[in-house]
């Protein structure tokens, strides 16, 4: 029976970069997630009949919120959801079945890097039917209805049994219970030479981080590819992801970099994050910035069955190193250069005017679904080194010696009072016109500007992305303020510096000057009272 439910609107509901994203304890608020999935729903036409998939990445309050949003779609005329069982699916996994099922969309319950736990991040976010994260229009909307709510639709009743494969009923919605995995993994098996990957004799270190791809990369890597039992750490995904950080960088994955860099260490090594869509790759003894991977990738993707006919084009975010837009020049296709936010390259990938695309923030992925994978990346990495029999650190310095490198490095300045970091941001856009001509050190400012897109497919334009210092000679600094954090601001600054022969310097070094330039631009330490970074990355 379906319940119509008096409420008040909220007024933090504001889709982030990535979804609606709050501490779990602001989730637990009387009927904050029964508003938000209602605003959902009030800003999509076609839900009669239609198809919903719900999962998440397993963390601190995914079973209850899946329960209510199954509930929800009953009272709110969906036909049909399909759920991961025990409300698991990867986002990329997501992705690929709100595809492959022609659902209208889907809900992924995830705060994807950041930690789990009662005291810790929950998120939602809408997917549309292309599998994507839905676009700004889409999410202005759902906000929009978030301040005017006063009712949700539920329909009474007991939890279903999210454990057990096969069908309910929930009134007149069947609620289809899959395995996580097996379409996923399906998926993968078209992309990637799985006889090759098996029978090149690589050993390898997975560290799931507690998270989602457990379950992904034990069935892909050891049940499907043979890799040695024991090959996917921290397999298990644990709802506050046993306590740490699930970020595949250089400080949360600091046991596999170790790993990978001391004696004994396997071919290669990656981990991911909360939900899976991110990845970190290490050779033996190599770390590779994803901004690099994604070049390095795509220089070689045509080296697996899925990409063996080329790519239509290259997508990077604006922050992403410019090491892809070589490497799109010399196959002769475009290169796309979008807002943060992988919703951005949604348009592009259902265009067919791009086939992979990557960002800074350790994301790759191509056409294969509408999200970043972080298993993916592995895999590609995975059928590259079997095709080539090099090891990654070769890849990497043919990469360098062929297309040059590209220094690169953010810096995060984590939990900064909003005011302060907003009044750097705001100094700084203030600046930009006075810019160009100034000398810092040996660097001299060729231009800067607040990246704004224009989407070539609709036409339509996101301002305010990012402010871009671009220093003659292809070096550049930008700021951006993070849109993913639940508590004050994280203040981003990217460093890139391109050199065509100096290849084997150390990243520190060959981003000194640009460091300080960074600090004299924009005040950091002024504004922040921070004299070092959080985290480097
Ligand atoms: C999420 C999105 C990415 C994006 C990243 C940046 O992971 O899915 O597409 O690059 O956030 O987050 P930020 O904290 O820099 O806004
Ligand atoms: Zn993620």
């Excluded at 909220?10 to 889709?15: E, F, H, R, V």
């Excluded at 560290?207 to 069935?219: C, F, I, K, L, Q």
């Excluded at 294969?368 to 890849?395: F, Y």
Aim: with cysteine.
């Amino acid at each position: 029976m379906t319940t119509t439910v008096s409420t008040t609107p909220y007024d933090d509901q504001k889709p982030g970069t990535s979804g609606l994203r709050k501490k779990v304890r602001v989730f637990q608020q009387p009927h904050y997630a029964e508003n938000f999935v209602q605003s959902v729903f009030d800003s999509i036409d076609g839900k009669d009949g239609a198809t919903l998939v719900i999962g998440g990445d397993g963390r601190f309050l995914n079973r209850e919120v899946i329960q209510v949003a199954i509930r929800m779609a009953a009272a709110n005329g969906f036909a049909r959801v399909v759920v991961g069982q025990g409300g698991i699916l990867s986002t990329p996994a997501a992705s690929n079945l709100i595809r492959q099922r022609q659902a209208l969309g889907g809900l992924v319950l995830s705060a994807s890097h950041n930690p789990g736990g009662p005291d810790e991040d929950f998120g939602i976010k809408y997917n549309i039917g292309n599998g994507g994260p839905a676009p700004e229009k889409v999410t202005e909307a759902i906000h929009a209805r978030t301040k005017t709510i006063d009712r949700y639709l539920i329909v009474e009743g007991d939890d279903i049994d999210l454990d057990t494969l096969g069908e309910v009923q929930v009134g007149d919605l069947t609620v289809e219970v899959v395995d996580p995995v097996t379409d996923y993994a399906a998926l993968m098996e078209t992309l990637f030479d799985f006889d090759a990957i098996r029978g090149a004799g690589l050993t390898m270190a997975f560290d799931a981080m507690s998270a989602v791809t457990g379950p992904y990369a034990t069935e892909i890597l050891e049940n499907r590819l043979g890799f040695a039992r024991g090959t996917v750490r921290n397999g298990t995904p644990l709802p506050d992801f046993g306590g740490h950080h699930p970020d595949p960088n250089l400080v949360h994955a600091r046991e596999l970099y170790d790993h990978m860099m001391g004696k004994g260490a396997p071919d290669f090594g990656a981990a991911s994050d909360g939900d899976g869509d991110r990845n970190l790759i290490i050779g033996r003894g190599r770390f590779v910035t994803p901004s690099d991977s994604l070049a390095m990738l795509a220089a070689n993707a045509h080296l697996a069955p899925g990409y063996a006919g080329g790519l239509k084009g290259i997508a990077r975010s604006m922050p992403t190193s410019a090491a892809a837009d070589r490497v799109a020049e010399k196959l002769g296709i475009p290169a796309f250069e979008t807002p943060t936010g992988w919703k951005f390259f949604g348009n592009l990938l259902d265009a067919g005017m791009a086939t992979i695309c990557g960002e800074e923030s350790a994301g790759t992925g191509s056409d294969h679904v509408r999200e970043k994978d972080g298993l993916w990346a592995v895999l590609l990495w995975l059928n590259i080194l079997a095709a080539t029999g090099k090891s990654v650190d070769d890849i990497a310095r043919d990469h360098w010696a062929t297309y040059g490198r590209n220094y690169y490095a953010r810096h995060d300045y984590e939990g900064v009072e909003s005011e302060r970091a907003d009044a750097l941001m705001a100094e700084l856009r203030g600046k930009l016109a006075s810019l160009p001509g100034t000398r810092f050190g040996d660097l001299t400012v060729e231009a800067a500007d607040d990246f704004a897109y224009t989407d070539p497919t609709d036409q339509s334009v996101s301002r305010n992305q990012g402010v871009r210092i671009l220093f003659e000679g292809g070096s550049r600094v930008v700021f951006r303020l993070s849109g993913t954090g639940t508590s004050g601001a994280t203040l981003r600054v990217y460093l890139e510096r391109y050199s065509a022969d100096e290849l084997d310097r150390e990243t520190p070094d060959m981003l000194a000057d640009i460091i300080t330039a960074a600090d004299d631009i924009a005040g950091i330490t002024r504004h922040t009272a921070r004299t070092e970074p959080d985290v480097i990355t």
